[in-house]
C-alpha cells in the first residue's frame, strides 16, 4: 500500500485553464502539507492543514489553493494557471502534534505551455 | 524565522570515498532535525532523523549528529557507492514551525565508479 499517494504524475496544461492534484494519505496522520519544488530542486512549503488550521505561506498566490473533504485528503486547486506554475509538486503528511518524519507522495509535474 | 543552510553542491565523489554535507540552522527552541534523499524521478524519502542534541542518527551507513551548541546536523557516510548518487535535503521542524517542515536547498551527490 502506497503511504501518500497523488495524482496525477505527469500534468500539461496550457496558460489559464483551472486543474487540481489530489493527494491521499493512508497514514491515519493529523496533518497534510503540499510543496513545490521547482527546477533547481528548491523545496518550498505552500500549505500545511490538520483539522483545525490552514497555514498558508503568504508568498502563495491566491490562485492556489488547498481542499480537504476528510482527514485523508488534501487536494490542492489551481486557477488561471501560468508558465511560472510549471514545477513538481509533492503531498506530504505527519502525525501532530508530535513532531515525527514527513511522508512523502512521489509528486506530480506540472507543466504549463 | 527557522530555516536551514545546507551545503551547495553538486559534489562528485568516487566510490567508496568520504562523504560530508554540511548543515546548519536556526531556529526558536528546539526542532527535530532529519536529511531527506531524493533519488530521481522520485519523491523524498526519510534517511535519518534526530529529536534532541546531541542524539545521533543513522540509516544505510549514513550518520548526522545534532549539535546544539554549533546549531549543525552535518551528514556523512564513510565510503559511498554509485547507489548514493542522489539529492540530499537537510530539513527541521518544530511546534514553533507550526510542524511544517523547511528544507536546505538540497545538495546533489554523484558518485562514479
Known amino acids: 500500500d502506497t503511504a501518500v499517494s497523488q495524482t496525477p504524475k505527469y500534468l500539461v496544461t496550457q496558460m489559464g485553464n483551472d486543474k487540481s492534484i489530489k493527494c491521499e494519505q493512508n497514514l491515519g496522520h493529523d496533518t497534510m502539507y503540499w510543496y513545490k519544488q521547482d527546477s533547481k530542486k528548491f523545496l518550498k512549503i505552500m500549505f500545511s492543514y490538520n483539522n483545525k488550521e490552514l497555514i498558508i505561506n503568504e508568498t502563495v498566490p491566491n490562485r492556489f489553493s488547498p481542499k480537504s473533504p476528510d482527514k485523508a485528503h488534501l487536494n490542492l486547486h489551481i486557477n488561471s494557471l501560468e508558465l511560472g506554475d510549471s514545477a513538481v509538486y509533492f503531498c506530504a503528511s505527519s502525525q501532530a502534534p508530535q513532531v515525527t518524519e514527513a511522508f512523502f507522495g512521489q509528486g506530480t509535474r506540472l507543466t504549463v505551455v | 524565522g527557522d530555516s536551514v543552510t545546507q551545503m551547495e553542491g553538486p559534489v562528485t565523489l568516487s566510490e567508496e570515498a568520504f562523504l560530508t554535507i554540511n548543515c546548519t540552522y536556526t531556529?526558536?527552541?528546539?526542532?527535530?532535525l532529519f536529511w531527506y534523499v531524493q533519488y530521481p524521478g522520485e519523491g523524498l524519502q526519510l534517511l535519518l532523523k534526530a529529536t534532541k542534541a546531541d542524539d545521533k542518527g543513522s540509516n544505510k551507513g549514513f550518520e548526522a549528529t545534532y549539535r546544539k551548541e554549533t546549531t549543525s546536523f552535518h551528514l556523512e557516510k564513510g565510503s559511498v557507492q554509485v547507489s548514493d548518487s542522489a539529492v540530499y535535503f537537510c530539513a527541521l521542524s518544530s511546534q514553533n514551525t507550526g510542524n511544517q517542515f523547511y528544507f536546505g536547498t538540497g545538495t546533489s551527490l554523484t558518485v562514479i565508479p
Open positions: 531556529a526558536t527552541g528546539y526542532p527535530s
